[in-house]
């Protein structure tokens, strides 16, 4: 009965799925939200750009396009209007570029961002990355659901564990760790919509997220000390405090641990209790048993920069963080979105100092 309503509800609305109506709902969602079974209804084509069908019976092209349908209005896909925590894949299909000291430098769309492949998104495979660097996976096989459980499942995102791995050239790729454990806000990601990650409102990561992207990015990880690679592990109590202490270049000891939190270089709050925790109040900075972890530096999805980081790694300050008006390739609301809601001082060096504070003896007001 309750799938009934929902189908009734979901056709009334010509599939416009409304932020009261839960699609996936932790589970399986109703099947005809992805497939159609003869690519026709009412005598028309479901699919109308693929009249012989798609693999799989998927409603549109590919398993990308298909989750796009409905994603790419919620922020996953939206011209750089997506401030969620995972971010806006849009970002993947822009490249810059700017000369610096005579050399022509760029920051290409497919570094900045897992590269799904969607043909009615103008997403191709990664041209530089043949496969998940310290890994085997191919990127010519990455799409939403090589991460995210079509058929959903219990953890967090829908995300693929080891119980089940991702459907890869028929078979299955096996995951060696775990879903995360962590706690999110709102799909819809844009505007003023509750999914916009800032200070308060962000996910709440718990445990698990850097093994988890060594499923596929093994020899990238390393929780010892065997590897010349950035630990991922407890931050001890000297960068828990300087952490805490950091408000901004100009400012790096007045910070409160209660407070001290940012959006932009998240940790996994190892103690918390996701059962009461609140994703859209949490301010709460590190102790030292928290850790750094991948998604401290990069995001899931895609971001405006190299290497899918979360702030531009190649400028000393965060005012020169490209795209900027003067890069080819430029358009304004790429330079305006490119730090979603986030300002800064004038004088903001890199965000790795929120961890490090090695801004602590700059000049202040350095322009380059
Ligand atoms: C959110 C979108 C979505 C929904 C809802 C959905 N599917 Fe799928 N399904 C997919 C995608 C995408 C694939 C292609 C394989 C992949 O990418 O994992 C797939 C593949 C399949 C396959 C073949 C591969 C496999 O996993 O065995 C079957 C069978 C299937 N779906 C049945 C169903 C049934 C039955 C339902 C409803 C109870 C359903 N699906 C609901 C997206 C969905
Ligand atoms: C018919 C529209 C529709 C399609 C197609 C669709 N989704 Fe969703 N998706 C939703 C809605 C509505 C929600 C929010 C409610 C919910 O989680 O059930 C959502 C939520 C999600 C979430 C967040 C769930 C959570 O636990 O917070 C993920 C992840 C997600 N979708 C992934 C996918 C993937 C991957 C595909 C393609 C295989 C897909 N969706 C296809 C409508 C859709
Ligand atoms: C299902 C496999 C898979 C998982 C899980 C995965 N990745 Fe990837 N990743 C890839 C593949 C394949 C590529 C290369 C293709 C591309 O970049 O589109 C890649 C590329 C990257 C890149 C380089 C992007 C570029 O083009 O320069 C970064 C950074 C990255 N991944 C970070 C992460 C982080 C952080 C996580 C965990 C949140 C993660 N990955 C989880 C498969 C995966
Ligand atoms: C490399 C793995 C990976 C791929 C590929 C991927 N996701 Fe995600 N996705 C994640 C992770 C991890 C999160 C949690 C991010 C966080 O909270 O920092 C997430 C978060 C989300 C969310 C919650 C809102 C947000 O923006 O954070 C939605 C919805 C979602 N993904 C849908 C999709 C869709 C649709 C696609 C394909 C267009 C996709 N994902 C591709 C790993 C992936
Ligand atoms: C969320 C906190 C955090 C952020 C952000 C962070 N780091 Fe670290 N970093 C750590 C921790 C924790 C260690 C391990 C320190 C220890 O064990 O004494 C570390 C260690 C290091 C080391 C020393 C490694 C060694 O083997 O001695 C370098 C270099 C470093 N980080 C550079 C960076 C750079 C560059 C950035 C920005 C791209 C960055 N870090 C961002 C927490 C962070
Ligand atoms: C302290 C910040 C930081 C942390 C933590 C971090 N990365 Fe990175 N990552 C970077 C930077 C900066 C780059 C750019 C290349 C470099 O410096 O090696 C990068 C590059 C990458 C690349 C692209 C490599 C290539 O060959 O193009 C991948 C993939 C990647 N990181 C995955 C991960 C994964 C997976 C984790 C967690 C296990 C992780 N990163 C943790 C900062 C970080």
Redesign the pocket.
């Known amino acids: 009965m309750k799938t009934f309503i929902k189908i009734a509800l979901v056709l009334a609305l010509g599939l416009s799925a409304s932020s009261v109506l839960a ?2 709902d932790a589970g ?4 005809a ?3 159609t079974m003869h690519n026709s209804q009412n005598g028309a084509l479901v699919d109308a750009a693929h009249p012989a069908g798609n ?4 409603n549109a092209g ?2 990308t396009d ?2 796009l349908r409905c994603h790419a209005g919620y922020g996953q896909f939206k011209n750089g209007e997506g401030f969620g925590p995972g971010g806006d894949y849009y970002w993947v299909t822009r490249t810059f570029s700017w000369v610096s000291r005579g050399a022509t430098l760029s920051s290409p769309g497919d570094s900045h961002g897992h590269n799904v492949i969607s043909p009615a998104r103008g997403i191709a495979q990664d041209a530089t990355l043949a496969n998940a660097p310290g890994g085997t996976f191919l990127s010519s096989r990455l ?3 090589s991460c995210h ?4 499942n219990q953890n967090f995102r829908l995300l693929y564990g080891t119980q089940l791995g ?2 890869y050239d028929g078979t299955r790729y096996s995951f060696a760790y775990p879903a995360p454990l962590a706690l999110g806000n709102s799909r819809n990601t844009y505007g003023t919509q509750p999914g916009v990650e800032t200070n308060t409102d962000h996910t709440i990561y718990k445990s698990g997220m850097s093994n988890w992207c060594a499923n596929c990015h093994t020899a990238l990880h390393d929780n010892n000390t065997t590897n010349f690679v950035h630990p991922t592990r407890a931050m001890g109590s000297t960068i828990a405090a300087t952490y805490n202490a950091y408000v901004s270049s100009d400012d790096l000891s007045s910070g409160d641990a209660a407070t001290s939190y940012w959006g932009l270089v998240p940790f996994e709050a190892v103690n918390v209790d996701l059962a009461t925790a609140d994703p859209a109040n949490y301010t709460q900075g590190p102790t030292g048993q928290d850790e750094v972890m991948c998604l401290s530096c990069h995001r899931a999805h895609a971001s405006p920069f190299n290497d899918i980081a979360r702030w531009d790694m190649s400028v000393n300050l965060i005012s020169l963080s490209h795209p900027l008006t003067t890069d080819v390739g430029f358009i304004q609301t790429d330079v305006d979105r490119k730090y979603y809601n986030y300002t800064f001082v004038a004088n903001q060096r890199s965000l790795c100092n929120k961890c490090h504070v090695k801004d602590e003896f700059d000049h202040a007001g350095a322009t380059h």
Do not use: I, M, Q
């Open positions: 699609f996936h399986v969602a109703y099947c939200g992805c497939h693999e799989y019976l998927l590919n398993g298909t989750c799409g939403c659901t459980d079509p058929h959903g991702p459907k």
